[in-house]
């Protein structure tokens, strides 16, 4: 949030206005640790440990809805989506970035978050390097948003809340996001 003000004072009022927290009596919490099956003498759903929010509060946003407050708040040309970089070339005092449509783009600043087959990380340490090569953590996930109305028909009003479920080889991290109107969830 102090970034955010400190880019423009009314963006991080507006990423507040757009978050989706912990309803009633539950601002305060971050999230719920819960068991999410009997296990060890606890029952399915009970609550071990609840983790404090940090000052601004517990929030979440569907990325989306960020990415869309963010272009709309640089104006018109500023910020285009469903682009694929495939390279990129830098001098001193700018960046070049060319797209897989055969576009390109010269600004002052390049920002990656490009996934796993990074075309950012190979540029900067070549696409041999060990670096630029996806390495397998052993680890996956499986994510869904799921409508809140079918959340909470099957798991009540605590669907509302931000939880981690866990259990025998394995957990669930759930969180309401898009105004309380969908749950996502991570597994």
């Not at 601002?27 to 609840?50: N, Q, T």
């Not at 981690?164 to 957990?171: A, E, H, K, N, Q």
Request: proline content about 7%; overall charge positive.
């Amino acid at each position: 949030m102090r970034c955010l003000r400190l880019i423009d004072p009314s963006l991080g009022e507006k990423v507040l206005q757009l978050a989706t927290r912990n309803p009633p009596p539950h601002e305060e919490i971050w999230s719920f640790f819960r068991y999410g099956a009997p296990w060890g003498g606890h029952a399915d759903g009970e609550i071990s440990h609840k983790i404090p929010s940090p000052p601004t509060g517990n929030m979440t946003l569907h990325r989306q809805g960020l990415l869309s407050l963010l272009a709309e708040e640089m104006g018109p040309g500023h910020a285009e989506f469903d682009k694929k970089l495939a390279s990129y070339s830098q001098t001193s005092s700018h960046v070049t970035i060319k797209f897989t449509d055969n576009t390109s783009v010269t600004t002052n600043l390049l920002i990656a978050c490009d996934g796993i087959h990074s075309k950012v990380r190979a540029g900067m340490f070549g696409s041999d390097s060990p670096l630029s090569k996806p390495k397998l953590s052993s680890t996956g996930a499986y994510r869904a948003l799921i409508p809140m109305d079918t959340a909470l028909s099957i798991g009540g009003e605590s669907a509302r809340l931000s939880s981690i479920s866990f259990g025998p080889g394995g957990y669930l991290i759930t969180y309401p996001v898009s105004n309380g109107t969908k749950l996502n969830c991570g597994a």
